[in-house]
């Protein structure tokens, strides 16, 4: 039952139900695609169009692997920033030890994607999620699934389910006014005897994510970073020294994508038993225009790094109106472009009739979005937009980009389609 499904996620059909594709094209695999021999800058595909660019992406999936292994820990990127199968399989494929989820959902996509390490940085307690995670270990040969733990009601409500077999889990340990996770010391130490001394579970370490606080300031993210950091080795060691986890090694990981070289040093602690370190960045496989690029712009000056990540997501669109002077209405909006934590920044454009992109001028923005459209400024005169010049829009946070879409285009420098990748959300 799973290698069909999994070739099937992995080289799905496309067509043209789906945004981006063109209009009078049949329906075709995936692999195909790069034959059709479609540009985007010669306007063989409608727009809007999300866009990967193969270079900068197959840079990024390099340049954190060969950060993870020069920190000699493991790296399970984050998969609900993308949910593609396809992504999944080029982490796997550099040297990722698995992929971190969620949910159970994209648990399952994983799983049928091929992934046989998997980290939930999540709580897991539902009757019908905790069945469902037994059912994917119980019928998928190698499959290890992992979750979080951070309460004692938590642990009752898995063990009132009874099953026959235990569930991997990490003590979370959490900040105050933060998210989910045990706010001290104490408190996660006896959650931890108490899980020890379960039937229901099994402790595998200890987990917990920094990324809520991030500034992009040196001082203030390496002083957060370090206080979190200082707890969860303390906690670990702790829990060591009493003999309370349950594995041959010890998980010890941390997420985010803002500080990954402050905290990657501090996932291997010096224990009794075998670490393995688990760093859970996600949004590195694509990095952005907006806040990663700022966050991570600190992390190449402090690894004194000349090419760091760099921006692979775009989405394309036309000027389709341009109602008064300095105001372009662009064919993209809030259900094609992320804009939870700041707008779209405009990074390139082609002239109606061009078909060689060039960067915007700096002084362009987007002002607001509405569904469909996205409202872009731009000075008068020289340059000014008309309709049907094409504008490429950065992205600020990709995660909320990936989920307006149900394919993407993976194109070269020249706007050659050579690929295409799905989303499962």
């Not at 992320?338 to 923005?365: F, H, L, N």
Request: hydrophobic fraction near 45%; charged fraction near 20%.
């Amino acid at each position: 039952m799973q290698e069909p499904l999994h070739q099937d996620l992995l080289d799905p059909w496309l067509g043209p139900w789906l945004k981006g594709f063109p209009h009078g094209a049949a329906p075709l695999r995936r692999s195909q695609v790069a034959a059709q021999g479609w540009n985007v800058w010669r306007g063989d595909l409608p727009l809007p169009l999300a866009v990967i660019k193969q270079p900068q992406l197959a840079h990024n999936l390099r340049w954190m692997q060969d950060f993870v292994d020069g920190q000699g820990i493991a790296f399970a990127p984050h998969g609900k920033t993308t949910m593609s199968p396809q992504l999944f399989d080029a982490q796997l494929r550099q040297g990722a030890w698995g992929i971190t989820v969620a949910t159970i959902a994209q648990l399952r996509v994983a799983v049928q994607s091929g992934v046989r390490n998997a980290l939930i940085a999540n709580q897991v307690l539902q009757a019908q999620d905790l069945v469902e995670v037994a059912r994917l270990l119980a019928e998928t040969p190698g499959l290890r699934v992992v979750f979080l733990l951070d309460s004692l009601d938590q642990l009752r409500m898995i063990e009132a389910l009874g099953m026959t077999a235990a569930f991997e889990v990490l003590v979370e340990v959490g900040v105050p006014g933060g998210r989910t996770g045990v706010r001290s010391h104490d408190d996660a130490v006896a959650l931890a005897r108490a899980a020890h001394h379960s039937q229901a579970v099994r402790l595998a370490g200890v987990e917990c994510y920094e990324g809520l606080g991030v500034k992009g300031e040196d001082d203030a993210d390496r002083a957060s970073s370090q206080a979190l950091m200082s707890r969860v080795q303390a906690l670990a060691a702790q829990l060591d020294t009493e003999g309370l986890f349950d594995t041959d090694e010890v998980i010890v990981s941390a997420g985010g994508s803002g500080i990954f070289d402050l905290v990657a040093p501090a996932l291997k602690p010096a224990l009794s038993r075998p670490v393995v370190g688990v760093l859970r960045s996600g949004c590195y496989v694509t990095h952005d225009d907006g806040n990663y690029r700022r966050l991570v712009s600190a992390v190449n000056r402090r690894l004194g790094c000349d090419r760091g990540l760099e921006a692979a997501l775009e989405v394309w669109t036309v000027v389709q109106s341009v109602p008064e002077p300095g105001l372009a209405l662009l064919t993209g909006g809030r259900r094609d472009l992320s804009y939870d934590i700041e707008m779209p920044v405009p990074v390139r454009w082609c002239p109606a009739g061009s078909g060689q992109p060039q960067p915007t001028p700096t002084a362009w923005k987007i002002s607001g979005m509405n569904d469909q459209h996205a409202h872009l400024r731009f000075a008068e005169g020289a340059g000014a937009l008309k309709v049907g010049d094409r504008v490429a829009l950065g992205i600020s946070h990709p995660c909320t980009t990936f989920d307006k879409w149900r394919w993407m285009a993976v194109i070269d420098d020249d706007g050659q389609v050579v690929d295409a990748l799905i989303t499962c959300f």
